[in-house]
């Protein structure tokens, strides 16, 4: 037989350049960054189970985002937090019918990831137990998987009073709503926090093949789902314009698929929200993703920040 043609990717035209709006905030020389899509992918067609089908949802253009009131970053909360619960980077977790271990990267790589990527001072917070009561479960292949809507309520008194947000990291599994066989993470939109689990990342927790690059593989997937959920709560919807570290996620085929770097559109909706510095920013996510060992990331950046720099030098 003949092989299949490749899908046809979606353009996204001239949809996302109506949902970016005006710009008469940015200086000329740096408008780019919002306006020039040759460096991203286009969202590709939807798939059978993929987010898009299982949770349709409105694509959020800038206004829409302007007018959900996303919490703006100002004094005094001008950082953000990270509380781990539980062990880290290695967790026992036992069950009524399992032991298994649950690997995640360094809390503190995390933390140097969002402070770069979200241009705001990240401070981590001492890791505490996960809270053994208090908090629904429900039983699902043997295991506890906790309702993460309820253990954001636990925690929100340990937000500090200087945090933006505060994203809780916790090894055991979650889901957010009854109708979810499970939740890779959960945010708020407005009452600044988020919590991502990392037992889901590695299949063979639930007897399913290890990755073959195990630690590697671990390390992007919790860092994207990090991003992500943090892009929550500066306000950022999911992105359905390009490949973006804020495009919904159903399964680890989807979690491998998106990139760690924000689209045109959502980039603007974050530089709203905080006034970062584009250049600097830049500058320093660059430096993060080398020394995370992110090669691909770093190279995907440095080649931005080249032609957004010529771009500007042409002007």
Same mark, same amino acid.
């Given at each position: ?102 690997? +995640? ?14 241009? +705001? ?49 916790? +090894? ?133 920040? @080249? @032609? ?8």
């Amino acid at each position: 037989m003949p092989p299949s043609p490749a899908p046809r990717l979606e353009r996204p035209g001239e949809a996302w350049r109506q949902a970016l709006g005006p710009l008469d905030d940015v200086e000329p020389a740096l408008r780019a960054a919002f306006t020039d899509p040759r460096d991203f992918t286009p969202m590709p067609p939807q798939r059978p189970g993929d987010w898009r089908t299982v949770r349709p949802e409105p694509a959020q253009s800038v206004a829409e985002f302007l007018e959900s009131a996303p919490n703006i970053r100002f004094a005094p909360r001008e950082r953000l937090a990270m509380l781990p619960l539980g062990r880290f980077p290695v967790d026992v977790l036992v069950g009524r019918e399992y032991v298994g271990l649950v690997r +995640t990267p360094e809390p503190a790589d995390i933390a140097a990831l969002l402070a770069a990527f979200f241009a +705001t001072p990240t401070d981590l917070l001492p890791a505490e137990p996960l809270p053994e009561s208090g908090i629904p479960w429900r039983e699902v292949q043997g295991h506890r998987q906790h309702d993460a809507r309820a253990l954001l309520g636990a925690v929100a008194p340990r937000l500090p009073p200087d945090a933006y947000g505060m994203l809780t990291l916790v +090894t055991v599994d979650l889901f957010a709503a009854r109708e979810q066989q499970y939740a890779f993470g959960w945010s708020t939109l407005q009452e600044r926090l988020a919590v991502v689990g990392f037992a889901r990342f590695d299949p063979s927790f639930f007897g399913g093949p290890a990755p073959a690059d195990l630690a590697g593989t671990l390390r992007r997937r919790g860092l994207r789902v990090a991003v992500h959920e943090v892009g929550h709560l500066f306000g950022l919807a999911h992105c359905q314009s390009f490949r973006c570290v804020m495009n919904g996620v159903a399964d680890l085929d989807e979690l491998d698929a998106i990139p760690l770097r924000l689209c045109p559109l959502c980039l603007r909706k974050l530089h709203l929200v905080t006034r970062l510095d584009l250049e600097a920013r830049d500058l320093e996510l660059l430096r993060a993703f080398e020394a995370l060992g992110l090669p691909e990331e770093a190279h995907w950046l440095a080649e931005r920040r @080249r @032609r957004l720099q010529f771009a500007a030098r042409k002007r």
